[in-house]
Nanobody, 121 residues
Framework: HVQLVESGGGSVQAGDSLKLSCRAS????????MAWLRQSSGKERDVVAL????????YYDDSVEGRFTISEDNAKNNIDLQMNDLKPEDTGVYYC???????????????WGQGTQVTVS
């Protein structure tokens, strides 16, 4: 039974940096993609960064492009999200997820982490 556990959230000031980590309880080799999603108050979860396992290609939402960096370490089963120059609008619960799919405005995944809160003031 694979689990994803996030860590690294917290409360920071605008302009600060945070690094989120997602550790899988077992190998994530063979997943289609791994992603970080953000759920802001009153909104649906939305992908902020995604990495495709096959070729390592990466997608960033426009709102975080140039500020956030997603990285994957298969040897350690870690998916990290380095967040720089944080803004108040980055506030939300951040989820790590495997094999995300989108149907309209709703993202689904084969596996979700429990989420970690990021607050930027």
């Amino acid at each position: 039974h694979v689990q994803l556990v996030e860590s690294g959230g917290g409360s920071v000031q605008a302009g600060d940096s945070l690094k989120l980590s997602c550790r899988a309880s077992t190998s994530i080799y063979g997943t289609y993609c791994m992603a970080w999603l953000r759920q802001s108050s009153g909104k649906e979860r939305d992908v902020v960064a995604l990495i495709y396992s096959a070729d390592g290609s990466i997608y960033y939402d426009d709102s975080v492009e140039g500020r956030f960096t997603i990285s994957e370490d298969n040897a350690k089963n870690n998916i990290d999200l380095q967040m720089n120059d944080l803004k108040p609008e980055d506030t939300g619960v951040y989820y790590c997820a495997a094999d995300v799919r989108r149907a309209g405005d709703i993202w689904s995944a084969t596996l979700w982490g429990q989420g970690t809160q990021v607050t930027v003031s």
